[in-house]
């Protein structure tokens, strides 16, 4: 049974960030992952098998090796949710800048 985890899970944790970074780029085997980062290969798949529970990353077979790679589709569940708080700080920002314009021409 595969657990569902949320995107946000995903992206809390500075490796996996790292691990996304590298995805966006190429896809690669969790191997070459590792080769990344000082901690074990098994520490990596903890967070490769992470990503993949929140559907942020997919695998490919190719011969004998598996490769992952990032699936951006699900990322922008992340631009969504932070475009709202976008536009609260457009609109608070827009705010400042019209006290400071009326402090400066008083």
Known sequence: MKIRRDIFQAI???????ILMLLAVNAMTPNALAEHFNTSRQAVSKHIQ???ECDV???????????????IEKMK???????RFR???EKRFDQ??????????Q
């Open 12 to 18: 809390a944790d500075p490796t996996r960030r790292a």
């Open 50 to 52: 992470i990503l993949s």
């Open 77 to 83: 569940e992340v631009e969504i949710w932070l475009e």
């Open 96 to 105: 400042l800048d019209q006290v400071l314009n009326n402090l400066k021409n």
């Open 57 to 71: 990353v997919s695998q490919k077979q190719q011969g004998r090796e598996i490769y992952y790679q990032i699936e």
């Open 87 to 89: 536009k609260i700080w």
